[in-house]
């Protein structure tokens, strides 16, 4: 008997921790679904901000919203990261068959198939770089934000939290600052369009001091802007649910 005692409360400690751990997940899980409603009314910030912070590293950001910024930055973001945005309900499945097809030809493309709502569902609630697990996480959650957050508000969202410079920039006025000293509504087309050309990976592009290859990446993006003629408002009854 004196051997059994330990061994059941070493089992009972054990099965308790897992709980513990089992509880923590589906928290983890849950958290993002009963936040997102919420952003709809108020400003979020990404876990990549979060972590910045907890490394008590720059962060610099300012809220704008979207009727203060350049027109041509939205629709420049648009024809660089998602053309498809007012017509699919999160996830462009076209975009994303090219890329999987692509990848097992052994391809590169200019992009990857996230659409900007997977990109904005990566940015508050997951985590970056390449990852199956991280892509599974990240596919329904967009599918949810798209159906609880307006078009115009899940693009206002993206724009001020998307990492926009090398030194803790966020959102589009941090990243118009520091590339063009001047606020984002004052961006010409030409520089909304190298903003969109930062995107991808504002950590070795440089709006500030722009490459031929960025230049010519945004040129094509300045064109696409301005033949697009997107309508944020429109692009809302575009993506209807109901």
């Avoid at 903003?195 to 990976?201: E, R």
Wanted: aromatic fraction near 8%.
């Amino acid at each position: 008997m004196s051997v059994a005692l330990p061994q059941t409360s070493s089992r009972g400690w054990l099965q308790r921790v897992i709980r513990v751990l089992v509880v923590g997940c589906a928290f983890l899980l849950i958290l993002p679904y009963v936040l997102t409603p919420l952003y709809r009314v108020f400003d979020p910030v990404s876990t990549l901000m979060l972590w910045r912070w907890a490394k008590r590293v720059r962060v610099e950001r300012v809220v704008t919203p979207i009727d203060f910024l350049a027109p041509v930055l939205p629709r420049s973001v648009i024809a660089a990261e998602d053309e498809r945005f007012c017509s699919h309900h999160g996830i462009d499945f076209d975009e994303l068959r090219r890329v999987l097809k692509a990848e097992t030809n052994g391809e590169r493309r200019p992009r990857g198939g996230s659409s900007i709502t997977q990109q904005l569902s990566k940015n508050l609630f997951l985590w970056p770089g390449h990852s199956y697990v991280r892509k599974a996480l990240e596919l329904p959650l967009a599918l949810w934000i798209d159906l609880v957050i307006p078009k115009r508000r899940q693009l206002e969202i993206y724009l001020n939290i998307a990492e926009w410079g090398p030194s803790g920039e966020f959102g589009a006025e941090a990243g118009a600052r520091r590339a063009f000293g001047k606020p984002a509504a004052a961006l010409s087309a030409s520089e909304a369009a190298l903003l969109a050309a930062v995107l991808p990976n504002p950590i070795r592009r440089d709006a500030r001091q722009p490459s031929p290859a960025l230049r010519r990446l945004a040129a094509t993006y300045s064109v696409r802007a301005a033949a697009s003629g997107v309508d944020i408002d429109r692009c809302v009854r575009a993506a209807r649910y109901f």
